[in-house]
């Protein structure tokens, strides 16, 4: 097991950073001392997430699906990273769109590449780049054990997320943890129906949707937790108890 202290400041890298939970985790763990580099593809929501905190964050503009300017993202992180201190890689990329019967398969396999694929590649080239100490979260989903109907190629690179977190944690271990957490239903979407809030509350035991703060919660104990490997943690008030 590392012996790394579990006070010390962290160096963090979050891919997906701009998103509601990327930035709710971006955000609490800069205000807990520490420092974080930011991934995405628009600068213009970088800057908007800087605007938000007085630390100094690491701001990487680029998209990870082109192969070039993923050259340009791991020359930047490299940059941002002392190779001496262990660095934490949290992975939340994503993109939730259902993949329907006879669609399109671009799109499903775009849907894969985000989810899965480029998570997976990105922790494989960063494993043996790391100092023991170092950390890798991935972002599944709370359905991962029980998806419903639908969005298919989603809930295929999810479940592989949550197999993915097992393997490496093993491949990895003791030197580095790999955990995951499986966020259930968060943030409603501005199309949503008015009732909408109301009538997936009545189908979370806990009865209220979550907060994205409640997912940088988790992701700050699974990082500071210094016996934990190949978690997947629901945080998601008890909707995975029930079968969708
Ligand atoms: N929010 C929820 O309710 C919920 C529930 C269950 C699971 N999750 C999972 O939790 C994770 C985070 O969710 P979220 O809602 O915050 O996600 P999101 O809103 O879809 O944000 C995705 C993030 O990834 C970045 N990104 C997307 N494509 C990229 C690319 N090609 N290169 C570089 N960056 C890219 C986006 O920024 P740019 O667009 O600027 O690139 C954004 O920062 C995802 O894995 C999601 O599946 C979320």
Known sequence: MSSWNSETPLQIVVMGATGPLGSA???????????????????????????????????????????????????SIGTFLRPDLPAVFLFALGDHRDSPLGGDEAAARALLEINLTLPMLEALHWAPRLASGGQFVFFADATVTAPGPGFHAYSAAKAGLAALTKTLAQSLAPAIRVNAVAPGILNLKPTARPDARERWSARIPLNEIGEPHFIAMAVEFLIRHPYLTGVVLPVDGGYSLHHH
């Open 25 to 75: 985790c971006t955000l609490y763990l800069a205000a807990a001392g520490h420092a974080v580099a930011c991934v995405a593809r628009s600068e213009k929501r970088l800057e908007a997430l800087q605007a938000q905190c007085t630390p100094r964050l690491g701001l990487i503009a680029g998209d990870l699906t082109d192969p070039a300017e993923r050259v340009g993202i791991h020359a």
